[in-house]
């Protein structure tokens, strides 16, 4: 089934004519549960990968004897999606609740080796460019994008960040297809074991970061944002009947508060790029400042590559979600499995002037 995204809540252009020089496109993948195979695009699929090559490792010498199953982490979400279904007022059963608890135990692996051993990273995404519009060219005319990412912390500087590894390849020149790659025994963080997924790619409009737009454009569409905000703050105050609302608004420009009610439309939320994973566009800085990234080996801008999002749509107006999962109240949100950091999004980036060079990322 495919998935749509709905029409914006508000027309940009027609409210900031200037933001049709700025407009660009992203491709929504949509990843979703399914049973794909090693010749389509997928989250957590089985890769084109050549028998004859050796799979990707980590090398770097940090514990990874200790972690939980990969077994024991699919089947802890079959059973919460199970009971999601079901009935999602009461939740898992208590007899399910025990059988969580003993799957949630991290486990030692107790088969030779050391810590310092290679450990073979966890197949991520493959993403072939006929499939997916706004996948950028790879080098030497490769067509295939394969991901990968170990399942434990402690890389880099300061021992804290993650371990990506991103391969193109022909796809053309794989004849013997390895079926049954090496894994890991454990995983040092569930977010980094993904969920088989299908993709369903959909290409949408999608406009810079606020933060990135011209000074006077993004000043005015700040006070365009604080104008609705006060207006939300007076009619919820006149409801109340007390005059207690809330009218100071966060007026970041960003659109992620938390109240109770109904958000009103917000230009990062709503308008510009979209939640969920996504094949090029424009980059979110909803954590951080923008930040410069310019290619290490030439230093010319790069260019978003592809976003991993801990999550397909947003909480507050919900303007995001599929229409053919509007009316879902069982829909999931989060059908990878896969979390970033403290639930948020990894933005991988490439360099247009030679994509052959070192990729780099920001995690939001």
Request: glycine content about 10%; some cysteine; aromatic content about 6%.
């Amino acid at each position: 089934m495919s998935r749509t995204t709905p029409p914006r809540p508000l027309d940009v252009e027609a409210l900031f004519p200037e933001m049709t020089a700025h407009r660009g496109t992203t491709t929504r993948l949509h990843p979703r549960p399914g049973r794909p195979d090693a010749t389509v695009s997928s989250v957590g699929g089985p890769l084109l990968w050549p028998s004859d090559e050796p799979w990707p490792v980590c090398t770097d010498p940090h514990n990874h004897r200790r972690g939980h199953r990969p077994a024991d982490v699919h089947e802890r979400r079959r059973i919460l999606d199970a009971a999601w279904r079901r009935d999602p007022t009461t939740g898992p059963t208590d007899e399910e609740r025990q059988l969580l608890k003993e799957l949630e135990r991290r486990h030692r692996v107790e088969e030779g080796g050391t810590a310092a051993d290679p450990l073979p990273l966890i197949g991520l995404a493959q993403l072939y460019r006929a499939q997916i519009p706004d996948l950028p060219a790879g080098p030497d005319g490769c067509d295939l994008l394969q991901v990968f990412w170990c399942p434990f912390d402690a890389h880099g500087p300061g021992r804290t960040g993650m371990l990506l590894d991103l391969r193109w390849r022909r796809s053309w020149e794989v004849a013997d297809v390895l079926t049954d790659p090496p894994r890991p025994q454990v995983v040092g963080y569930e977010g980094y074991l993904p969920e088989p997924c299908v993709l369903h790619p959909e290409q949408v409009a999608a406009y810079p970061f606020a933060g990135l737009l011209p000074e006077d454009l993004g000043a005015r569409i700040h006070a365009w944002e604080e104008a609705l905000e006060e207006e939300a703050a007076e009619q919820a105050a006149d409801a109340d009947g007390d005059g207690d609302g809330d009218a100071d608004g966060d007026g970041d420009g960003c659109g992620d508060g938390e109240g109770d009610g109904e958000e009103p439309v917000g230009y990062q939320r709503d308008l510009s790029i979209p939640p969920g994973w996504r094949a090029g566009g424009f980059a979110s800085w909803h954590v951080t400042d923008p930040a410069p990234m310019d290619c290490p080996a030439c230093a010319a801008p790069m260019h978003l590559l592809l976003t991993v999002d801990s999550s397909e749509w947003d909480g507050g107006t919900g303007s995001w979600k599929p229409l053919e999962e509007e009316r879902d109240p069982r829909s999931s949100s989060t059908p990878t499995g896969v979390t970033v950091g403290r639930w948020g999004e990894l933005n991988v980036f490439a360099c247009p002037a030679d994509p052959a060079h070192p990729h780099r990322w920001s995690v939001q």
